[in-house]
């Protein structure tokens, strides 16, 4: 059963345009959600994080916007660059974890075309 | 200040042996977690350690341990591979008791045949 999941495998977008990253959650104990970006070889980096008790999250070119009533949170890349290029990954965590504990999407693959 | 260092980048094992993996947090960190990548599952929770204790466990057969030293180093094992553990091993490092931003390593791609 996958709590956390991101539809689109992969999105193209061309350079200076919006990127939007959607991904969508099944459990409504989730309180705190994150973006992570990851090259391959490397490990995930993280971008961005929201909490519940809030809908917008802004910092520098990306936002995380959270809908907690859809269970839907997007994060928004303005303007795109061709060094944007990468798996972005979602994942949530709950209150109820003692301690760490993420639970991931699947990912998806962007890619920026200059 | 030094990011999440893991050890080895690179292995193949044959099945049934075992394996270990290490992993040194950033400095200051106190919590470890592990995740397994795989290109069918994703990125799926092993279990995290604080202060030399495992406070949370995924889904993963008792094939799958692991510990934490007094150094916030960590280790974990799988016993008798199977073709399935390949798969790259990421750790992660948080700074505080609970904190979700954690900070990965560049982790071990492990290869069984």
Redesign the interface.
Known sequence: DQQVKQNSPSLSVQEGRISILNCDYTNSMFDYFLWYKKYPAEGPTFLISISSIKDKNEDGRFTVFLNKSAKHLSLHIVPSQPGDSAVYFCAASSPGNAGNMLTFGGGTRLMVKP | KAG?TQTPRYLIKTRGQQVTLSCSPISGHR?V?W?QQTPGQ????LF?Y?SETQ??K?NFPGRFSGRQFSNSRSEMNVSTLELGDSALY???S?RR???????????TRLTVT
Not at chain 2, 42 to 45: E, R, S, Y
Not at chain 2, 97 to 107: I, K, L, R, T, V
């Open positions: 999440v919590s977690s995740y994703g990125l799926q929770f995290e604080f406070r949370n995924g990421l750790c992660a948080s008791d609970s904190s979700y931003e954690q900070y990965f390593g560049p982790g």
